[in-house]
């Protein structure tokens, strides 16, 4: 009953889960324009270290599944969950806690902004190496 009552209504769902979730981004980031242009040397200590955690966590996971001989199909999805903050659920949680200007607000809105386009790196690598790993049957 579930499975096909899915399948219908998923598809039809998608195009409305896109809208929100771009409605969404543009929002949270217009309440955090002012904090994110009027504090940039606390963005940065915000960025700085998510930069590097993400980077760092991403290398460690892929590296190890090179080393353990992990198809990449497994590899590169492993090492963008392995990296990920999550920060989407946090930028909600932030702003239902402590309002959309608070400094939680600020530093996961920095999350996001950092992370989307490192792990877009970090997929982009993914692709790059993807010779690195044994052959797929």
């Not at 009953?1 to 998608?14: F, V, W």
């Amino acid at each position: 009953m579930c499975n096909a009552l899915c399948a219908t209504l998923l598809p039809r769902l998608a195009p409305v889960t896109i809208v929100a979730l771009l409605v969404t981004l543009v929002l949270i980031f217009a309440f955090q324009a002012d904090n994110i242009t009027e504090k940039p040397f606390h963005v940065m200590l915000l960025a700085v270290p998510i930069l590097l955690q993400v980077y760092l966590n991403s290398s460690i996971a892929y590296g190890l599944m090179k080393i353990l001989r992990v198809p990449h199909s497994i590899a590169a999805p492993g090492a963008l969950i392995g990296a990920s903050n999550f920060f989407e659920l946090a930028v909600a949680t932030a702003i239902a806690l402590f309002g959309p200007g608070s400094g939680a607000a600020l530093a996961t809105v920095v999350g996001v902004l950092v992370e989307v386009p490192v792990m877009l790196s970090v997929c982009a690598a993914c692709n790059r190496t993807r010779h690195w790993f044994p052959a797929e049957a």
